[in-house]
């Protein structure tokens, strides 16, 4: 079981990236998978999260401006990053939950590397 997060990047405020979460070694039938941030000094932060059924959450921290949505033909997740602000600066990773749903039972068990996205001009 594995996933790939790629598509970060240096972009300037106001600008638009879109993350990808490749998954392998499971579907996405029976899983939900969420899309965490960890800034310098900050804790890891839960921001959006999609559920097997296509069910989404998205923290009140970027609701109106990053939107999840999943490709189950090809595996994969992604995360589309408007209106970007310097704030969203972190690390994105994505993670599989041991649940179908982004709520109550189940936990995060595995985590992708990361990928870096920085909001500068």
């Known amino acids: 079981v594995q996933l790939v997060e790629s598509g970060g990047g240096l972009v300037q405020p106001g600008g638009s990236l879109r993350l990808s979460c490749a998954a392998s070694?499971?579907?996405?039938?029976?899983?939900?998978i969420g899309w965490f941030r960890q800034a310098p000094g900050m804790e890891r932060e839960e921001i959006s999260c999609i559920s097997s059924g296509g069910s989404t959450y998205r923290s009140d921290s970027v609701k109106g401006r990053f939107t999840i949505s999943s490709d189950n033909a090809k595996n994969t997740v992604y995360l589309q990053m408007n209106s970007l602000k310097p704030e969203d600066t972190a690390v994105y990773y994505c993670a599989l939950r041991t649940y179908k749903y982004c709520s109550g039972y189940g936990y995060y068990t595995v985590w992708g590397q990361g990928t870096q996205v920085t909001v500068s001009s």
């Open positions: 070694g499971f579907t996405f039938d029976d899983y939900a």
